[in-house]
């Protein structure tokens, strides 16, 4: 569960550090370890890669 959704924290945290994965839970309101815990739906997906999109600045498909 939560494969995707951890796998976009992580791509966060590698491209803008601890503070990029900070900004993510804050836009998204799921800390990494709840996301893990989660079912990886269109909804929250959708969710997360347009806050990780933000928050990288470049279209998140791309580079999972």
């Known amino acids: 569960m939560g494969e995707k959704l951890e796998a976009i924290y992580n791509l966060v945290t590698q491209k803008t550090g601890f503070k990029g994965r900070i900004r993510l839970a804050a836009v998204t309101g799921v800390s990494k370890t709840k996301a893990v815990e989660m079912e990886d739906t ?23």
């Open 42 to 64: 269109d909804k929250i997906l959708k969710k997360f890669k347009d806050a990780a999109a933000e928050i990288i600045g470049k279209d998140v498909d791309e580079l999972l």
